[in-house]
Each structure stands twice: as C-alpha cells, then as structure tokens.
Antibody, heavy 121, light 108 residues
C-alpha cells in the first residue's frame, strides 16, 4: 500500500525557517517525482515545488523561488522542503503528492494528509 | 502559465440527480487533465486522469470527458458521500502545475 506522511509543520515567526519532511512507503521511491502542494485556510490548491525521482531536476512556483528548497533522500525514502524567509502568506496546509507515472510531469496519484504551517508573530 | 477556470463555483444538486462540472484551460493541455475530490479536513483524492480514465477504486458514476481546453466531470446519481469540493489540474505545460479554483458540490 502506497503511503506518504508529512511532518515538520508548526508555528513560526515571519522571517523564520522550517523544514518539512515526507516519508514514503509502498513503492519504489526513486522512480517517481514527488511534489509539494499547499492550501491556505479556506482557499484552493497551489503547487509549490516538485523534484524528479533522481533528484537532479527541481522546480518551484514563482511565489517561493529563492526562499524554498526541495530535496530528497532516496536511501531514506524521504522528501524534504526547506522553507526560509517565511511570510504570513505562506500559512497553509502543505501536502506531499506522489506523481502517477514514472518520470515527471503527470497527475498526483497519492497525497499525504498534510502538515499545517502557520507564520505569525 | 496555464490558467484553469472552473464553473460554477457552487453547484446545488439533489441526491440521486446528475451533476456536471466544467473546467476550462487558457490554452490547450491535450488530455493531460486530472480531477480531484476534497472533503473537509481531508487531503485531495485523485478521481480522473488523462481527462477520462478513472483512478483505481473510483466508482463508475464518476466520468470525465473533453480535450484541449474544455473538460467536464459528470457524476451520475449523486450519493451523499459525493458532496465535496472538486478541483481540476493540468499537467501538460509545467512548471507550474496549475489547478482550477474548485467547484463546491452541495446538497440541494
């Protein structure tokens, strides 16, 4: 059974940093791209960042470029999101989402339950 | 960036009736279109990919159609568990992957 489980969310002050993790199981992790998608309170879904199975290709939304860094450790089946210079508008539930096809550029097949990040003083 | 526009924002339908949700792309995305269902407090769940292929375990009352810029999600004979928010997403022209703003399907 495929599972992805996020952790690392919490309350952080504006300008602060936080690192999210996503532990995956039930599939060959290194074969699949994985993405971060966020949802602000009461709002829709926003893609944040994605990384290829090998980790060699990384992509970011303009809203987080230069502040967030995506990475993965295929030996640990874990995805990360390092978030720096956090702003109030980064407040959201952050979801980890595994793509559906080998390679990159497909639908988001499996989603974690999300971890809440709150940026507030 | 491909802008995805869903309509209507809210759809009120009675149980047992059919619901038709629309999604329009600002430029062609071929058939690289997915639909997700999200219930309150839960993560999104994949319903449809490739514009018309149901994901594993999704009931046959859910169907998707369309290509290019116009797409439809149809739910025949609505069940109580189908009332939720539905999002479309294109994965043809990325980054970024883009989602529609969502359609809330509510009980009439």
């Amino acid at each position: 059974e495929v599972q992805v489980l996020e952790s690392g969310g919490g309350l952080v002050q504006p300008g602060g940093s936080l690192r999210l993790s996503c532990a995956a199981s039930g599939f060959t992790f290194s074969n699949y791209a994985v993405n971060w998608v966020r949802q602000a309170p009461g709002k829709g879904l926003e893609w944040v960042s994605g990384i290829s199975g090998s980790g060699n290709s990384k992509f970011y939304a303009d809203s987080v470029k230069g502040r967030f860094t995506i990475s993965r450790d295929n030996s640990k089946n874990t995805l990360y999101l390092q978030m720096n210079s956090l702003r109030a508008e980064d407040t959201a539930v952050y979801y980890c989402a595994k793509e559906g096809e080998v390679g990159m550029g497909s639908y988001f097949h499996y989603w974690g339950q999300g971890t809440l990040v709150t940026v507030s003083s | 960036e491909v802008v995805m526009t869903q309509s209507p924002a809210t759809l009120s339908v009675s149980p047992g009736e059919r619901a038709t949700l629309s999604c329009r792309a600002s430029q062609s995305v071929g058939s690289n279109l997915a639909w997700y269902q999200q219930k309150p407090g839960q993560a999104p769940r994949l319903l449809i990919y490739g514009a018309s292929t149901r994901a594993t375990g999704i009931p046959a009352r859910f169907s998707g159609s369309g290509s290019g810029t116009e797409f439809t999600l149809t739910i025949s004979s609505l069940q109580s568990e189908d009332f939720a928010v539905y999002y479309c997403q294109q994965y043809n022209n990325w980054p970024p992957y883009t989602f529609g703003q969502g359609t809330k399907l509510e009980i009439k």
